[in-house]
């Protein structure tokens, strides 16, 4: 699988390290925010082109755990890329470590959750499918546009929405 990761987080280097360089600059504002927060590359279209149909996803919770760790990887990766170029690294790798990484992992419980539904229910397969792109991408989007708001509310709003994706997702 760590073969399948490099492959999975290359499609968001460079939309990363522009987000990045314009939140540093000072460049965005609230409607430019949360488009860019929810146009994000997500690991999970690789997830189902490079394993979805592999032989050993023979168990749902397979691909659920699975998926975890493909979003751990792509976290490690983004974690590299914030703290790598920023001044202020050590805050950013504690504050990224208490936020960023378990979010992911709980971006990826929904997309594993959703993928399992589709692999073993044909009847509704479509729309399973559909789900386990649509929630992590939704969340993800959040995540960012709270956060990069810059929005003393939002980024309230923020905690409170990652304690309660937290909760929820264990």
Same mark, same amino acid.
């Given at each position: 699988?760590?073969?399948?990761?490099?492959?999975?987080?290359?499609?968001?280097?460079?939309?990363?390290?522009?987000?990045?360089?314009?939140?540093?600059?000072?460049?965005?504002?609230?409607?430019?925010?949360?488009?860019?927060?929810?146009?994000?590359?997500?690991?999970?279209?690789?997830?189902?082109?490079?394993? =979805? $149909?592999? *032989?050993?996803?023979?168990?749902?919770?397979?691909?659920? /755990?699975?998926?975890?760790? #493909?979003?751990? &990887?792509?976290?490690?990766?983004?974690?590299?890329?914030?703290?790598?170029?920023?001044?202020?690294?050590?805050?950013?790798?504690?504050?990224?470590?208490?936020?960023?990484?378990?979010?992911?992992?709980?971006?990826?419980?929904?997309?594993?959750?959703?993928?399992?539904?589709?692999? =073993? $229910?044909? *009847?509704?397969?479509?729309?399973?499918?559909?789900?386990? /792109?649509?929630?992590?991408? #939704?969340?993800? &989007?959040?995540?960012?546009?709270?956060?990069?708001?810059?929005?003393?509310?939002?980024?309230?709003?923020?905690?409170?929405?990652?304690?309660?994706?937290?909760?929820?997702?264990?």
């Amino acid at each position: 699988i760590c073969d399948e990761q490099a492959i999975l987080i290359k499609p968001a280097q460079k939309p990363e390290l522009v987000k990045l360089s314009d939140v540093e600059q000072g460049k965005d504002d609230i409607l430019i925010t949360f488009y860019k927060s929810f146009v994000h590359p997500q690991d999970g279209v690789m997830i189902y082109k490079i394993s =979805y $149909n592999h *032989k050993e996803f023979d168990q749902a919770y397979d691909i659920l /755990l699975y998926s975890v760790f #493909v979003g751990l &990887g792509f976290a490690c990766f983004e974690n590299f890329l914030y703290v790598g170029f920023n001044d202020n690294s050590l805050f950013v790798a504690l504050f990224r470590g208490i936020t960023a990484i378990p979010a992911h992992a709980c971006f990826q419980t929904f997309m594993g959750y959703y993928l399992s539904l589709s692999k =073993y $229910n044909e *009847k509704s397969k479509k729309k399973y499918l559909k789900l386990s /792109l649509i929630i992590p991408i #939704v969340l993800h &989007g959040t995540y960012d546009f709270l956060l990069l708001s810059g929005n003393i509310i939002l980024v309230c709003i923020f905690l409170v929405f990652l304690v309660s994706m937290f909760i929820f997702t264990i």
